[in-house]
């Protein structure tokens, strides 16, 4: 087995390139998602939720680069079109949300989809002994997994 100067096999790379790449291409809809219902959310929780999503759009976008990032390291190039994401995404596309129940569903709708995408690729990384990539993803995952039940909470729903 060839291994790359971080220690991997050369053949597993492709995989974990192309598996964040979809990540990527997710979290770039969840973070358009999240700045759209801070621009448009109206009604009584107005100044909770603005704050709430502006925390949640600022977070994603560290997260965006992070993910970018660890593709370069593992020699890959990240999608960076909004075409290339929307090829890709998964993740269910917000529009005119403005409501505040409509727009914690769209975010809890998100997260799920992530978690999702964020499990598969933590296996296909445990199987190539990334532990970088593994690193990485058990963080998103355990913030995500608080995060989906707080606003699920604030739906007075269960997980």
């Given at each position: ?53 502006e925390e949640h759009y600022t977070d994603a976008n ?57 499990r598969n690729l933590l296996e296909t990384s445990d199987d190539a002994n990334d532990e970088g990539t ?26």
């Amino acid at each position: 087995m060839k291994l790359n100067s971080l220690g991997l096999a050369v053949d597993k790379v492709p995989t974990l390139i192309n598996e964040l790449n979809e990540l990527l291409a997710n979290y770039q809809i969840y973070y358009q998602n999240l700045r759209g219902v801070h621009w448009n959310i109206k009604g009584k929780m107005f100044f909770d939720l603005h704050a709430k999503f502006e925390e949640h759009y600022t977070d994603a976008n560290m997260k965006v680069d992070e993910i970018a990032e660890r593709i370069l390291t593992l020699g890959g190039v990240p999608l960076h079109t909004f075409e290339a994401y929307t090829n890709a995404a998964k993740v269910p596309v917000g529009k005119n949300v403005s409501q505040d129940e409509e727009a914690v569903k769209l975010v809890v709708a998100s997260i799920s989809e992530l978690l999702k995408i964020e499990r598969n690729l933590l296996e296909t990384s445990d199987d190539a002994n990334d532990e970088g990539t593994n690193s990485l993803i058990s963080d998103f995952i355990t913030e995500h997994e608080k995060t989906l039940w707080m606003f699920k909470a604030w739906l007075n729903e269960t997980i």
